[in-house]
């Protein structure tokens, strides 16, 4: 099984990659987290083999999140994601240790392919 943490400030973002990735039977998820800070303390409790991360969520973004989690985990899988699409927002992601960005309206077609190519699993 590949573990998942969800990081999205949103419910129904959350529950709606709960329903894509439920439909994939090698991924189960191990837990959410509404902001940054939770996300990082998340991710040091249950070792997740992927995080997928939002950019904009209260407390810290998910650009900071990311470079916490890649420097704490650096074997974590971090595909970020965003409403905004920008090429600076993939560039951001990148830097701070994402090995993948996609942005969120291709995230119900995509996202099963893009964690099992980019994360290796």
Do not use: N
């Not at 990082?40 to 083999?49: F, L, N, Q, T």
């Not at 999140?65 to 890649?70: A, E, G, K, L, V």
């Amino acid at each position: 099984m590949i573990s998942v943490l969800v990081v999205d400030d949103h419910a129904l973002v959350r529950r709606t990659l709960q329903a894509v990735l439920e439909s994939e039977p090698i991924l189960t998820i191990v837990g959410e987290a509404a902001d940054g800070l939770e996300a990082i303390r998340m991710a040091e409790a249950v070792h997740p083999h992927v995080v997928l991360m939002d950019l904009y969520m209260p407390r810290m973004d998910g650009i900071e999140s990311t470079r916490q989690i890649h420097r704490h985990l650096p074997e974590t899988c971090i595909i970020g994601m965003s409403s905004e699409s920008g090429a600076w927002v993939k560039k951001a992601f990148l830097s701070a240790g994402a090995r993948a960005f996609l942005p969120k309206e291709l995230v119900p077609g995509h996202l099963v392919e893009v964690i099992q190519k980019e994360c290796s699993l």
